[in-house]
């Protein structure tokens, strides 16, 4: 074993891959409550370099500047929730409606197959013919729902989540390009100029995903307000939160919005909420998406899908929102360290950062009228 160690015996070395990413995983979800918080922090940190670098240049201080992006994110998140709250308090308040339209809408679906009932009847006792509905009944009800008391023991522990993202996302816009600097000096061929590329297009692929999804959002309340769908709004403002969460928000919004249409519609009109959402999506994800971002923002479908699925069951809601974010910056690094002569837009660089990237040593003046391009 020694010997294939030290002679790098690809068998071996790919063991140990496979070992460090199990743990790597395991110690992500181990460390979540801490891990998380620390990686939203991180991703919203980058999203917010643009506004961060702006007040630098006007001449803010940068523990100013850090602190006025602190607070932006910080309440950003407060409107949010506001603005989300009556409609998950709708939801909560309609749940046993949602619920007795469902059980109505497939008890008329099965007694259009003739004989379904007795069907299923005779295959639940033939594989568990101990159990009638009435003990199926007393299980439901042993079922304990979350109460006041779980909530206030929760409380600490969101908490301390939130005073790790706020320090987090505080001190990584205050020392980001110390940060910077430290990790080009790491083993590879990523220079400082390429991390900030690499930060560069998270942010800009975050601002016009946000924009195209604000956009879908108010199109998507508009139709359903047309067709007289009550709490048009909310439904937008669902439809531009789901929308983040690729492939799997638009499939949960499509279904829910059937459920709601069979709620207020009746026949084939109760299918047209879902129908409008569908068709809006689509143009949106084949047309106005790849044409605002460009060939060189796209990323392989698979690698989002699979990013996608692993941070949503590693963390959940967090995971699903940094998972895209991870996936465009860790390709936008992995091209810099294969194609590091490409340069960085001049726009985002800073004075200092201009002037270290062409060099400190002056130009006469003899030299810059031969270098100077010809009118």
Not at 73 to 87: H, I, M, W
Not at 202 to 224: C, D, E, P, W
Not at 306 to 329: E, H, K
Request: glycine fraction near 8%; charged fraction near 15%; charge should be negative.
């Amino acid at each position: 074993m020694t010997k294939l160690i030290h002679d790098d015996h690809p068998a071996v070395r790919w063991a140990l891959y496979l070992i460090a990413i199990v743990v790597v995983v395991t110690a992500l979800d181990l460390l979540e409550d801490i891990v998380a918080p620390l990686t939203l922090a991180l991703v919203v940190g980058i999203v917010l370099a643009p506004l961060a670098d702006m007040l630098e240049r006007i001449g803010v201080p940068p523990a100013v500047t850090a602190l006025l992006s602190l607070v932006f994110a910080l309440t950003g998140v407060a409107a949010l929730v506001l603005l989300v709250q009556p409609f998950v308090g709708d939801l909560l308040t309609r749940g046993s409606s949602f619920w007795f339209e469902a059980r109505d809408t497939i008890r008329s679906m099965q007694s259009i197959l003739t004989g379904l009932t007795e069907v299923t009847k005779e295959v639940t006792e033939a594989i568990a013919p101990g159990d009638t509905p009435a003990q199926g009944a007393d299980m439901a009800e042993q079922v304990e729902l979350p109460t006041v008391t779980d909530a206030l023991l929760y409380a600490p522990a969101f908490a301390a989540q939130t005073l790790v993202f706020a320090g987090s996302l505080f001190f990584f816009l205050l020392s980001r390009h110390q940060l910077y600097q430290w990790g080009a000096k790491l083993p590879g061929p990523v220079s400082v100029e390429g991390l900030q590329k690499a930060e560069y297009r998270v942010s800009r692929y975050f601002i016009a995903v946000t924009t195209i999804n604000a956009v879908f959002g108010v199109l998507v309340a508009a139709a359903l307000m047309a067709i007289g769908m009550p709490s048009a709004w909310l439904w937008g403002l669902c439809a531009f939160l789901m929308n983040f969460i690729l492939y799997l928000g638009p499939l949960i919004t499509a279904g829910v919005l059937i459920v709601a249409g069979m709620m207020v519609f009746d026949g084939a009109m109760s299918f047209a909420p879902a129908a409008i959402y569908v068709t809006l999506n689509m143009c949106e994800g084949q047309f106005v998406t790849p044409t605002v971002l460009g060939r060189h923002m796209r990323v392989n479908p698979l690698l989002l899908f699979l990013s996608l699925i692993f941070w949503l069951w590693l963390w959940g809601p967090i995971g699903g929102f940094v998972a895209i974010p991870l996936i465009v910056w860790a390709m936008a690094v992995h091209q810099e360290r294969h194609h590091g002569h490409e340069q960085v837009d001049p726009a985002y660089l800073t004075e200092e950062e201009r002037a270290a990237r062409d060099g400190d040593a002056p130009v006469s003046e003899t030299q810059g009228d031969q270098a100077a391009p010809p009118l």
